[in-house]
């Protein structure tokens, strides 16, 4: 069986997103593997070492040391732990059959797997994303401030990550892409599979009953206008005040929604943070969710909503389509000029559809990618060999 070495940097049993997706890849991982070395963050996860004791094989946990929040932001934390980790990978490896780097795996940024690509071990990388950027002719859409920091972040990333992909062209045997624009931009691997870092608890998810609430429109996020805020207004203004719209979330957007004229004739609530059991609820209770999000690799909402049975009206951009599957109603950025119109017209298409609830992101189907993947890596072990 495999022996392998996973980098994930988020790796968490009891918490959501990026950390419950690193404890995701963890745990259908241990399901293939003899066993498995895990190095993640200092200070993450206390209780790590415990719950990997319940695990399907023998998970040995090793945390690399991080700068505290005080001393650097989010990427400088992250960007010493790659270094050090880089660097354990780089003795290490030759113990480990497979290398994979699963959380916090930017496209843009090397993984520290590469370092340890020799000998005949090889690599998966993912799932990975970054690759989606706000198209410029929305950019009235997100703000000056924010326009400045994605064109500042939009060439330094394209630039890293074209440096990054040749540095690693030929020595990945499998990137997972998170979505359909990482899977358009990866890198030269033996395989690419589109495969988003989510799995969920369908059991905790009720399905919709029949018929479908009518003209409650949901929004689940942070209020930030790349989310699409204002093309949810525009849309809102033209829907006319049959139909009324929740925001689950905050932000800082709330003030522009607060001051719109959809909030000030009564077309709007404003909910604030809600757990996930409420926030199910919430989706139980509308009609469709609208996320025109310009900026997001992933989106799990997307995918909690079609679980519910729920469309989920989204712009063609980033992961929220692929994690809405067959009920995501997909809407052209362009042209730019009609786009809320569109939206609008979108809307109240699926007034007229049938959607039924979508349970793809199992932790089955994340099992049998990662088997496919290792799998790869084992058959080529003694060509690989010979190569390097």
């Known amino acids: 069986m495999t022996r392998l070495l996973m980098t994930a940097y988020a790796c968490d049993p009891n918490q959501g997103s990026e950390s419950g997706a690193g404890w995701a890849l963890l745990s259908a991982a241990s399901e293939l593997c003899e066993s498995i070395t895990v190095v993640t963050r200092s200070g993450e996860a206390p209780e790590l070492e415990s719950e990997c004791e319940q695990l399907g094989c023998e998970v040995r946990v090793v945390r690399i040391a991080t700068l505290p929040a005080e001393e650097a932001g989010s990427y400088g934390r992250y960007l010493r732990w790659l270094w050090h980790t880089s660097l354990f990978v780089r003795r290490e490896a030759a ?30 990388w993912g799932p990975a994303g ?41 020595r990945v045997d499998t990137f997972i892409a998170m ?3 990482s899977g358009r931009g990866a890198p030269r691997a033996r395989n690419v599979v589109v495969q988003p870092n989510c799995v969920l608890d369908y059991d905790g998810i009720e399905k919709q009953a029949v018929p479908r609430p009518k003209r409650r429109l949901l929004f689940v996020g942070r209020l930030l206008q790349y989310k699409g805020i204002d093309l949810i207004l525009d849309a809102l203004e033209q829907l006319g005040t ?56 992933g989106g799990w ?40 119109s569109r939206i609008a017209r979108s809307i ?11 349970r793809d992101w199992t932790r089955s ?8 993947s290792y799998g790869q890596c084992n058959e080529r072990r003694q060509t690989n060999s010979e190569k390097w």
């Open 130 to 170: 970054g690759n989606t950027y706000p198209p410029m002719p929305l950019a009235r859409r997100i703000g000056m401030r924010y326009l400045a920091t994605t064109a500042v972040r939009t060439c330094s990333t394209k630039a890293v990550r074209s440096l990054t992909h040749i540095f690693m062209s030929g």
């Open 95 to 124: 113990n480990f059959d497979v290398l994979h780097h699963a959380t916090f795996a930017s496209d843009w940024l090397p993984p520290p797997v590469l370092f340890g690509g020799a000998g005949g071990v090889r690599l998966v």
């Open 301 to 340: 909402v997307a995918a909690e909503a079609a679980a519910v049975g729920l469309p989920v009206v989204c712009l063609d951009l980033g992961g929220v389509p692929t994690l809405a599957g067959r009920n995501a109603v997909t809407i052209q950025v362009a042209p730019a000029s009609t786009l809320s």
């Open 179 to 181: 979505n359909s624009d």
């Open 242 to 297: 049959d139909w009324s719209m929740t925001f689950v979330g905050d932000g800082p957007a709330r003030g522009r929604i607060e001051k719109s004229l959809p909030y000030r004739r009564g077309q709007v609530t404003l909910r604030g943070w809600r757990d996930r059991s409420e926030v199910v609820s919430e989706m139980g209770a509308s009609s469709a969710l609208l996320f025109p999000s310009m900026h997001d690799s």
């Open 348 to 358: 109240v298409e699926t007034e007229l559809s049938l959607f039924e609830p979508q």
């Open 365 to 372: 189907r994340l099992t049998s990618v990662l088997s496919r």
